[in-house]
């Protein structure tokens, strides 16, 4: 009886998808000559702008996604070309004087002319992105009415009903995209009958079909020759990975490689097992190290950003694959921003990371406060943190990162507080406070019933993050003060158990941000040598995209006074910046009363405020530290 539903099933899926097959004339014959892959803009072309794009402050990663399919289906005798036109608009966009716009129409247009009648699929990540998806997708349409166009990527899984709706998109592709792919090129083949799992697409009658959704898949796939398609080697001239990869240098060239598939987390904020599976697949060894090795070899790649969720699964793998790293690439750099699962972090793995050419990397804890981290099914338990926390103060060369996320859904004020302090008592060299933001396909989605986002407080019960920072909302930078809106330290006087509104977030996020990263920033009192120049290389890569932000201008003059190792000259010079800056924008003067970032510039640290002197108290230590000298140059 189930084998007779499932072909019953088959049929009326075939007889669906005839429609759309027969519109392009799959059915009759013709098939496409090609594929044309399309990364679609990251940031909108009317708010790029040239002064960012020129400090390279854009992420800029590479289509890692397309490469295995392209890899995929030229090894089975289909040719592919790949359009990255998130690339093209930002080095278009250093140029001040060229139409954007125009510039990743014309890529489209020329990549699709490499073919007679291809097949246009287009990669779609973020749900953030999705003004690029329908703008690219209508311009397909409108100037190649006569190609198949398909979406894939992890917000297309998401919500495919909206991508085919735009009336722009014919097939979404769920998931991991090279067995959906394969199979709907054997469909059309006549390689087989079987409709491809993990489609959906409209009816003739307008009602959403979708073939059976499965996960998981190969992971071992040989993508070298596919890097000469995007012309790897020059992607650091168009943006940058991260503010790691700055770090590390702009001239760098740099590359993302994947050594696994999945996590082995459930966290209901996220969408990795939904998209990838329960299991996590591991690449073998020797292929992850000779494509690095191809990349450093052929394409002068210096520099890695590890694109796993999962990089530390099997330790001794893991382990094994840093020590081949440090033998075989001894000169390379790498980091790893995804987010290590902290409790799965030992000495001889932070040994390992540090001796084959570990800058930094991210761990993600989420919470600081126990009950939250329950809810939201972290694997991570606070007493395990704070070993790791301590256990990092041994390999200070390596820069850490913890991502915390505040206003998780029902999250009340004191929680919030909960991790503050967690973030400050652990003294890692940097601390990612992001606002919660909302992610389709995930478990703290769907569980609110996936409705239609309508506004902040309709969703901020559904999602998940994205690394949504509030200094980047224009509406955030407002000089004036909100009713009912705690600004700066009156923060601490809110009530511990309010659900604070969206607005109210910001504001805790950025006092919170200020705290932490900058009045009491580890940097300003340790005298490792080693944490204090990263800190001033972190900080100097983040000003590049933060270009008008004075505070971060003066934490960087009064750590480079502590470093001793530059001029009078340009320390002054960066004392001049910094007022200049202030001078311009009054949002930062205002804060500047609250927080006295300026105390920097008079080689001073600012106390801090009474009331967040007291709340750390409450928690069993003190921020209220003695102002730190000059280091020995070199120390």
Known sequence: MLTTDISALQEDLHSDLEYILTHYGYNSGRTPDGVVFIHIPQVPSHVIRQSIAENLGYFVYPPHGLLYLSAVLENNGVSSRIADLNRSVLTAGQDGGKDITSVWQAEVEEAVSAFEHPLVAISFMFDSTRAQLNEVMAFVKKTFPNLCVV??????????EAVLRTGHGDIVFHNEGEGPLIGFFDLINKNGSKIPDNISFLAKDGSLKQSKIVSGGEVDFDIRDQYEKINVGQYHKAGSLNNFSRMRGTDVPFATVLSRRGCRANCTFCAVRNFNGRSVRVRQIQDVIEEMEFLWHNHGIRHFE?????????RSKALNLFNEISIRLPD???CANNGLIAAAISENLLEAMEKSGCQGFTVGLETGNEEMLRRVRKPASLDRFAKFADMSKKYPKIYYIVNFILGLPDERFSQMLDTLAVGARAELDWINFFTYQPLKNTDAYLAYGGMDLQNYEDIIQRGTTINFNP???????????????????DIFDLDADIIPSREQVKEVWFTFNAICNFLRNPALFTTSYERVRNAVRWLEALQQAYADNPTITCILYYLNWRLNEIGKYKLDALKDDAMRKFSEHEYWRIRDQAFSVTSFLDKDISPLDPRAEKFFNSKGFSMQRISAQKLEVGA
Do not use: E, H, S
Not at 306 to 314: E, F, I, K, Q, R
């Open 151 to 160: 979406v894939g990527g992890v917000a297309a899984t998401g919500d495919p």
């Open 306 to 314: 590890w694109l796993d969720d999962d990089l530390l699964y099997d």
């Open 332 to 334: 390379a750099t790498w």
């Open 471 to 489: 200094v980047r909302d224009g509406d955030f930078m407002n000089v004036g003060k909100k009713f009912g809106i705690a600004r700066d330290y």
